[in-house]
């Protein structure tokens, strides 16, 4: 085709599919979440030319949705990069993520600088328009896809064993933030300080973006100001944050990642008793634990576990085995260069890795794991139920819960947590600051 934009289905008839092709969403405005954001038109790259399948754009006529969804439904294999975001828009079960193959090869992401002048001339003089890219000029968003795609070929076809985790990793985090958390907008405005609240909130409800490009595999979550996984707790702008059911339910887990390391080196397994409290037997060398002790033993143990076990506590029998895992995974890292990590990614080998740090990411690694394993299991359960899991925080997760759904929901999501060998808390309250540990859930 001597074209570049595909305007007719006779067109698009003409094309034909090529594996290992590139797309990326053309969305009307970078800036927006997906959720509040529309789909103006597909970038489709083959191994030799770059096309815009349009959807909406004041230049070109425009293909029905469902044209494009079939033309690309008959591709085996599709890249883009980020599979997160096409999901919103399209039917992706066929396009491999690009971003997890990039971290897997180089342990960060590229700085890609795609943006020709005229866009960036739009976007600073006119950011806040929802279809703002419907009116940059055609050639200009096609400039700028080919820039990306040029930045990222080396890559495609380079796929990994691992892309089912990675499909279920993106699966469970989009389920959460597309669910959306209400806030008080006078109570969010005086704590909050965003770029701009078109972006991200719509009808007083505010949505997140978990970035799931991070070297140890362990989501962030900052979109437009708002960092959701450092709100503070004692500022009182947790606040702002309120359910649309009946209330909040936390699950926190119990001492998270010495559970997983325990589960890991075979210690304490089937107990539900707080680690907490069983090292501080060992600390203490004996039975009954004041809540003095039981504190001192906490702050103990996270020095232990991130700081580096002390000799003075290396003849205990869990840290004995934790030493021995550290010396393991060294000698492995060491001698390939690099390490496998629980979600199956590479860890390519740097300079600035030692060995108490390639424990603490393989620890953060193992987290992800159980975090995704545990999080699709209650989003199935909680399917049914009109309660919706709205936010993940590293060792536990926020519940909108409807009452109308019972202690039935909570006895479920119980069970699951108890057969990943896991304990948690579980707190309630009518807003995010107010959680309490209550009586009946207990």
């Not at 300080?193 to 505010?206: A, E, G, H, R």
């Not at 559970?259 to 037997?281: D, F, P």
């Not at 390939?336 to 990590?341: A, C, D, K, R, W």
């Not at 919706?388 to 009452?403: A, E, P, R, T």
Request: proline letters at 4%; aromatic letters at 14%; one cysteine or more.
């Amino acid at each position: 085709m001597a074209y570049f934009i595909v305007e007719t289905e006779e067109q698009l008839q003409d094309l034909e599919p090529q594996e290992d092709s590139f797309i990326e969403v053309l969305l009307g405005n970078n800036l927006y979440h997906p959720k509040l954001n529309s789909m103006i038109g597909v970038y489709y790259r083959t191994k030799d030319k770059g096309y815009i399948l349009p959807i909406s754009h004041s230049e070109t006529f425009s293909l029905p949705v469902q044209a494009i969804k079939d033309f690309l439904a008959k591709h085996t294999r599709l890249y883009c990069l980020d599979k997160k975001l096409v999901s919103y828009f399209l039917d992706a079960e066929n396009v491999v993520d690009l971003g997890f193959i990039i971290m897997n090869k180089e342990n960060k992401m590229p700085e890609i600088d795609s943006d020709p002048l005229i866009y960036r001339e739009f976007y600073r003089n006119f950011s806040h328009g929802p279809q703002l890219n419907r009116l940059i000029p055609i050639v200009k968003l096609y400039e700028r896809s080919e820039n990306i795609y040029q930045n990222i070929v080396p890559y495609i076809g380079k796929d990994n064993h691992w892309n089912d985790f990675t499909n279920s990793m993106i699966k469970a985090y989009k389920r959460v933030e597309e669910v959306g958390i209400v806030i008080d907008p006078h109570k969010f405005e005086d704590n909050f300080q965003f770029v701009n609240p078109k972006f991200s909130i719509y009808k007083n409800k505010i949505y997140s973006s978990y970035n799931l490009y991070n070297l140890t595999s362990r989501p962030t979550n900052a979109f437009n100001g708002v960092n959701f996984l450092a709100i503070n707790k004692d500022d009182g702008s947790r606040e702002s944050f309120l359910p649309a059911n009946s209330m909040f339910i936390e699950l926190d887990f119990e001492a998270y990642h010495l559970r997983l390391i325990a589960n890991m080196v075979q210690e304490y397994v089937g107990s539900t008793e707080s680690i907490h409290r069983l090292l501080a037997r060992e600390y203490f060398q004996k039975e009954d634990i004041s809540e003095e002790e039981l504190k001192e033993a906490k702050q103990l143990n996270f020095q232990q576990i991130y700081g580096g076990i002390k000799e003075e506590y290396a003849h205990i029998p869990f840290f004995d085995r934790i030493l021995k895992m550290q010396d393991s995974l060294w000698k492995r890292y060491n001698h390939h260069e690099g390490i496998h990590l629980s979600t199956g990614r590479w860890l390519k080998k740097n300079e600035n890795l030692y060995k108490q740090k390639l424990f603490n990411y393989y620890i953060q690694n193992m987290e992800t794991v159980s975090n995704v394993t545990i999080l699709n299991k209650i989003l199935d359960v909680l399917e049914p139920y009109k309660s919706k899991v709205i936010l993940v925080v590293y060792d536990s997760l926020l519940i909108d819960f409807n009452s109308e759904d019972g202690k039935e929901a909570i006895t479920k999501i119980k069970e699951i947590i108890n057969n990943e060998g896991l304990t948690a808390q579980f707190k309630y309250g009518a807003n995010y600051n107010s959680l309490k540990k209550p009586h009946y859930l207990c």
